[in-house]
């Protein structure tokens, strides 16, 4: 009676059924041609993801090649540029698997193009967090760098890596509906509805803990402007250096929420099997949203930053200087140290990251 359960139990997996299968028992449209629609998602999908691309690899190749950003807070941006990069080559993957070529696919294979997308963006919003607590940390303490050794930088990155890949892995080790056709999610249709859940809320939970952090910054560099203002015998590059960091915070805090928000809220629905809400209609636009805040990242991180911009301008320009003795010149450069001492003892930060 037993082994008679336990053989009706596993017919009850669809292992060896179409992807097609599962949007049907979804109600998930499939289509057999390119719409115009179609069309225009997988341009703009491709476009952004090459330029998202470009632009963290400039990131990633500034923070190798100029010695000032071989501390925590650049090997960390560094590695949100990885993570980014990687977001790039995930929703890549997905535009050239998506529309009419989506029931080709083997069930392995869209496994595979999901995970790339759910460890991506996990990564790059770990990596968001981890970075807002090391500028709290900096702000509060008004260092220019953080004390962390990079020992437990490295330590840091890897985890938050080892984290983005169980969550993007665990679908296709058992968190899935492929036995249970009843608890199947709309938008990824071999998901089960309870990871989506899980997923969702883990992510919004850090975006919480993210808006807390960057709330408490703001809150301080507003207070210390105030006390700044009643003291003139402070550096004046002081209150400059402030005021920028109000402005940063404020971008950063803005461009998540606009961001992620939209795609989290999507999920969460669907977790939790809304039948009112038509979660498929905006499917793909908060995807590209998503995406989309993987450009901005490397715009706020990167290019408020002085020296990150003269950077990426002499590697942009390094063709045009092959022949000269440019690379001397950048390591007499990388040498110096930017840290501008306030009449208060203190060391104000550099940029306004």
Known sequence: MEEHGRIAAIK????????????NNSRKELTTYWRTTDMLVVALGLTVSVIV?????LVITAVIINRRFHYPIYYLLGNLAAADLFTSIAYMFLMFHTGPRTAELSLKTWFIRQSLLDTSLTASVVNLLAIAVERHQTVFTMQLHSKMSNQRVMILIFCIWVMALLLGLIPSYGWHCLCALDKCSSMAPLYSRSYLTFWAISNLVIFLIMVVVYMHIFIYVKRKMVSVSKHT??????KETMISLVKTVTIILSAFVICWTPGQVVLLLDGLDCKSCNVLAVEKYVLLLAEINSLINAIIYSYRDNEMRSTFQRILCFMCYRNSKYTPAVVKLNTMDHRTPSQNGHFTVDSSI
């Open 12 to 23: 009850h997996c669809f292992y060896n059924e179409t992807v097609g299968f599962f949007y």
């Open 53 to 57: 691309l470009l632009t963290n690899l």
């Open 233 to 238: 015998s402070f550096h004046p590059d002081y």
